[in-house]
C-alpha cells in the first residue's frame, strides 16, 4: 500500500514534471533514478455495463513514483481517483490508454477530459487509443462546446484551450518509454471491434499485464508470461447460457467471441504462469466467486488468484 500524503506527494510531483519532460525526450532518460520508483496498481472500477454502484466502470490506475498512467475510463472515474486517493487537481495523469471505444470503457472519458481541465489541467492530456480515438475526442469536445464556451468565457476563467488533448492512435506496440516505464499496446481479439487492446507495463520492479475485453488471446498470453500480475477479465463457464429475451439466442456465440470463460483463463494462465491473477469486469451472469475460482482451479491454473474490487490496491 502507498501513502499519498501531501508532502509525500510535492517530491513525487517534482518528479512527474521531470518524467513528463522526459517522455517529450526533453532530457536525459538516466536523470530519474527508476529504481528509486515504486510502483501500485490501483483498481478504479472493476464494473461492466450493469450500473452496479459496488463495481464503477473499468479503469485501473498505474503508478510509478508521481506518474500516474490511467487504462480506460469507465463511468465514475475521476470520483475513484478522488476516493483512492490520487490526485485530480492541476492534470497529474500522465497518460490514459484506452482498451477499445465500447461505452462501458470509454463513458468517463469526458470526465477525464473536462473533469481534469476544470480542475485546473492546462496542458494537452495523452490519450493513447485504438483507431477512432481521435474522432471520439473531438465529438466529445464538440459536445461540450457550450460549456467549454461558457467557461472561458465566463466567470470562471478556466484556461482557454487547457481542454485539449493530444490523441496517439495505435496499431500496437510500445505506446511509452520513458525514465524505466515501458508500455506496450497487445492487439487482442473482442469479437467483431477491428481494434481492441490489452497493455503490458514493465515498470521498475514489476510486470503488469492489463487484458482489457477479450476472448482467450494468444499474443496477450505471450505478453503474460511470467508476469508479476495479471489483470484479466472472465465470466464463469457454467453460467453460460442462451438468454430469454429478444436476440438472447445469440448470447452464447457473443461471450465465446468477445469474452474469457474462467476455464479459458486457468488453461490461459497455467501456460503464462503470472505470479498473480486478479479478476475484474466479471461477467457473472448470477455466478459466484466460489464458482468462478472453481472455474480457474478447473483449467489448471493452481497459483494466486484474487477476485478484484473497486479501489483494490496491488
Ligand atoms: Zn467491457
Ligand atoms: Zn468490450
Known amino acids: 500500500m502507498t501513502g499519498w500524503g501531501g508532502s509525500r506527494w510535492a517530491w513525487r510531483v517534482a518528479l512527474g514534471a521531470l518524467a513528463a519532460g522526459l517522455a517529450c525526450g526533453a532530457a536525459d532518460a538516466g536523470a530519474v533514478e527508476a529504481g528509486a520508483e515504486s510502483t501500485t496498481v490501483i483498481l478504479l472500477g472493476t464494473g461492466m455495463p450493469v450500473p452496479d ?44 490508454f484506452l482498451t477499445h471505444l465500447h461505452s462501458d470503457h470509454t463513458l468517463g472519458l469526458p470526465d477525464v477530459i473536462l473533469t481534469s481541465w476544470v480542475m485546473g489541467r492546462s496542458a494537452p492530456l495523452r490519450i493513447v487509443g ?53 508500455i506496450t499496446a497487445i492487439p487482442v481479439s473482442h469479437g467483431i471491434w477491428k481494434h481492441a487492446f490489452g497493455y503490458r507495463v514493465d515498470a521498475p520492479g514489476r510486470t503488469i499485464v492489463i487484458s482489457g475485453d477479450t476472448a482467450p488471446s494468444e499474443a496477450l498470453e505471450r505478453a503474460a508470461r511470467d508476469a508479476d500480475l495479471l489483470i484479466h477479465e472472465v465470466y464463469p463457464e457454467v453460467r453460460l447460457q442462451a438468454e430469454d429475451r429478444a436476440g438472447g439466442e445469440d448470447w452464447v456465440r457473443y461471450m465465446r467471441s468477445f469474452h474469457t470463460s474462467d476455464h479459458e483463463l486457468g488453461a490461459l494462465c497455467l501456460r503464462a504462469r503470472p505470479g498473480h491473477l486478479v479478476l475484474v ?5 448470477g455466478g459466484t466467486d466460489e464458482e468462478l475460482m472453481a472455474g480457474i482451479r478447473a483449467g489448471g491454473f493452481t497459483g494466486r488468484v484474487t477476485i478484484g474490487h473497486d479501489l483494490d490496491r496491488y
Open 281 to 285: 469486469h466479471i461477467v457473472r451472469m
Open 53 to 96: 454502484p459496488h463495481a464503477q466502470g473499468p479503469a485501473i490506475a498505474v503508478t510509478v513514483g508521481a506518474r500516474i498512467f490511467l487504462f480506460d475510463a469507465g463511468a465514475g472515474v475521476e470520483r475513484q481517483m478522488s476516493a483512492a486517493g490520487l490526485p485530480v487537481r492541476k492534470g497529474p495523469l500522465t497518460s490514459v
Open 130 to 182: 485504438p483507431r477512432g480515438t481521435r474522432s471520439m475526442v473531438r465529438n466529445i469536445l464538440a459536445a461540450w462546446s457550450e460549456d467549454i464556451h461558457v467557461r472561458t468565457e465566463g466567470l470562471e476563467h478556466d484556461a482557454r484551450g487547457g481542454q485539449a488533448a493530444r490523441v496517439i492512435e495505435t496499431d500496437g506496440g510500445v505506446v511509452y518509454d520513458s525514465a524505466g516505464v515501458h
